[in-house]
Nanobody, 132 residues
Framework: EVQLVESGGGLVQPGGSLRLSCVVS????????MCWFRQAPGKEREGVSC????????YYSDSMKGRITISRDNAKNTVYLQMDSLKPEDTAVYSC?????????????????????????WGKGTLVTVSS
């Protein structure tokens, strides 16, 4: 059974930083693609970033580009999302998700982060609240 468990969310002041973690069991993350999404209250889910062994530098959507870094620790089968310069509008539930495939093409990752993207497994999410 594949499971994804997020952690690291919480309350942070504007301008602050958080690092989210997503621990994966039942699947080797080196074989697939890991992505982060977020959903703010009353809004549609939004793709944030993806990484895979074929796209190690990570693919970033415009929503948080320049303020986030996605990384991975294959030994721990864990993916991270470092978020800096957080704003109140970044308040959302952040979820990680897994696609069992990986490619070299940017269009693949762009597609995963779109509303039509297909992800095979999802975590339950971790709440990030940015407020003073």
């Amino acid at each position: 059974e594949v499971q994804l468990v997020e952690s690291g969310g919480g309350l942070v002041q504007p301008g602050g930083s958080l690092r989210l973690s997503c621990v994966v069991s039942g699947f080797d993350i080196d074989d697939g693609t890991m992505c982060w999404f977020r959903q703010a209250p009353g809004k549609e889910r939004e793709g944030v970033s993806c990484t895979s062994s074929r796209f190690i530098r990570g693919y970033y959507s415009d929503s948080m580009k320049g303020r986030i870094t996605i990384s991975r620790d294959n030994a721990k089968n864990t993916v991270y999302l470092q978020m800096d310069s957080l704003k109140p509008e970044d308040t959302a539930v952040y979820s990680c998700a897994l696609n069992r495939e990986a490619y070299y093409s940017e269009s693949f990752y762009r597609g995963l982060l779109s509303a039509a993207g297909h992800l095979d497994y999802w975590g339950k999410g971790t709440l990030v609240t940015v407020s003073s």
